[in-house]
């Protein structure tokens, strides 16, 4: 039985935690769960007990990052999985995956899959290069297969080293971790998994292995800080050039969707902004 550490960071999810939980039971039944509650006002602790699983009440809330941290510190085996509390084992893919993290310093990130099966855009290049011009002036669906899995990796069926992922499954030695962080314990939210990937210089997306993710169950959609925190990151991991190509190739693509898509008008209204 593969050993490892599992971390999930709570906040009102007491539902999605419970699917987490027996998708574990199912396929992952020798791991050692660490649940850190950041001030629930429903029953996910109580819940997460009744699984065997340790729990760590932070009530004053101090962030993604800086809960995520907490239950690393607590974790007592090489590896350690952090899992977001709406995702789902579908399978002992992360087994799979926890023996892969134990012989490389890299971050191991799964497919993610939507509800209905579709793949999600959970993995990206490294933002901030001239290349990632070229995707956003053509849709990527427009360009030959080998440019669009450079621009979309998360479409790729072969493991591809990728610049950062949605750190909702993410897989790694814990002393990597450890070293690492692994998050910034100063930012609340918005991009600490692109923040992580840049500082760890090595990621790896492995679509073998595929998690249910459910997503958005408690963020919104905050574009302003979205595109903020964005900035911020790229421009103190990558420096001031990097950060106006990104403006600019997160720009073109914007409004490239603008006319058809309110997102994509919001997102490209929440830019301007940020760029003042």
Known sequence: MTAFDVVVVIH??????????ESLDRHAAGAA????????????????????????ELPDNPGFGAANNAGV??????????????????DDGLLRLV???????ALLF?????????????????????RELLPALVHPRA??????E?????????????????????VARTDVLRRLGPFDPHAFLWFEDMDLCLRARRAELHPDVALLHTGGHSTGEEFDARARRRREVVEQRLGRRARRLDDLAQAITFARGAP??????????????ARG
């Open 260 to 273: 058809l898509k309110p997102r994509a008008r919001a997102q490209l209204r929440a830019l301007r902004r």
């Open 99 to 105: 023996e892969r993290a134990r012989d490389t310093d």
């Open 143 to 148: 360009l030959p297969k080998p440019l669009r």
């Open 12 to 21: 009102d999810s007491a539902p999605v935690l419970t699917r987490l939980l």
């Open 110 to 130: 799964p497919r993610l899959l939507n509800p209905d099966g579709t793949v999600q855009d959970s993995a990206h290049p490294v933002p901030g290069r001239a």
């Open 33 to 56: 769960r660490t649940i850190v509650d950041t001030g629930s006002t429903d029953d996910g602790a109580e819940r997460a007990r009744e699984w065997a699983a340790e729990v760590l």
């Open 73 to 90: 510190e607590r974790a007592r085996h090489d590896v350690t999985a952090l899992l977001n509390p709406d995702v789902e084992l579908l």
């Open 150 to 170: 450079r621009a979309q990796p998360w479409r790729s069926d072969r493991r591809t080293q990728i610049g950062w992922a949605t750190a909702a499954a993410l």
